[in-house]
Antibody, heavy 122, light 111 residues
Framework: EVQLVESGGGLVQPGGSLRLSCAASGFTFSSYWMHWVRQVPGKGLVWVSRINSDGSRTNYADSVKGRFTISRDNAKNTLYLQMNSLRVEDTAVYYCARVGIAAAGANWFDPWGQGTLVTVSS | QSVLTQPPSVSGAPGQRVTISCTGS?????????VHWYQQLPGTAPKLLIY???NRPSGVPDRFSGSKSGTSASLAITGLQAADEADYYCQSYDSSLSGAVFGGGTKLTVL
């Protein structure tokens, strides 16, 4: 079964840091682009970042550029999101998602993890 | 606000047909990038409903269908059921942002 399981969320003060992890299983992790998407509770989905299959290419939403870093360890089948200089507005549920197929240009998300809640508050 | 525009809400009676629109621009849908649709039931992660404009993953009923034309796309749901009550999101890729973009989401209410 293809599965993504996020961890690492929690409560952090403004200006603090947190690292999210996404453990992948049931597929050849090293063949797929991976993404992070976030959702403020009660609001819509917002794309955060993506990384290519070997980790050599990354892209970020303007709102997190320079503060967040996406990375992956293909030997451990794990995706990461290092979040620094956190702001109150970063409070959200963070989902990791795999692209649908291991092919260039595939940009739909399937599956998604269950999400991990990050709360930035003093 | 979101890069892709969806109506905040739609509603229909059981058995009826509803459509949800998704409007983009020349840097995303209008540039030829595909549109994908997700269903999010309360308290759960989004689930892929339609990919590459018209394709249904295995297990998705054929009551759900997608279309795309110009800078817009639509999701149609026929034979509405109470279980279809959820939030629906469209998604594409934007060349000027070099990343994925979502619609603001549409809440479907089955009356």
């Amino acid at each position: 079964e293809v599965q993504l399981v996020e961890s690492g969320g929690g409560l952090v003060q403004p200006g603090g840091s947190l690292r999210l992890s996404c453990a992948a299983s049931g597929f050849t992790f090293s063949s797929y682009w991976m993404h992070w998407v976030r959702q403020v509770p009660g609001k819509g989905l917002v794309w955060v970042s993506r990384i290519n299959s070997d980790g050599s290419r990354t892209n970020y939403a303007d709102s997190v550029k320079g503060r967040f870093t996406i990375s992956r360890d293909n030997a451990k089948n794990t995706l990461y999101l290092q979040m620094n200089s956190l702001r109150v507005e970063d409070t959200a549920v963070y989902y990791c998602a795999r692209v649908g197929i291991a092919a260039a240009g595939a940009n739909w998300f399937d599956p998604w993890g269950q999400g991990t809640l990050v709360t930035v508050s003093s | 606000q979101s890069v892709l525009t969806q109506p905040p809400s739609v509603s229909g009676a059981p058995g009826q047909r509803v459509t949800i629109s998704c409007t983009g621009s020349s840097s995303n849908i209008g540039a030829g990038y595909d549109v994908h649709w997700y269903q999010q039931l309360p308290g759960t992660a989004p689930k892929l409903l339609i990919y590459e404009n018209i394709n249904r993953p295995s297990g998705v009923p054929d009551r759900f269908s997608g279309s795309k034309s110009g800078t817009s796309a639509s999701l149609a749901i026929t034979g509405l059921q109470a279980a279809d009550e959820a939030d629906y999101y469209c998604q594409s890729y934007d060349s000027s942002l070099s990343g994925a973009v979502f619609g603001g989401g549409t809440k479907l209410t089955v009356l």
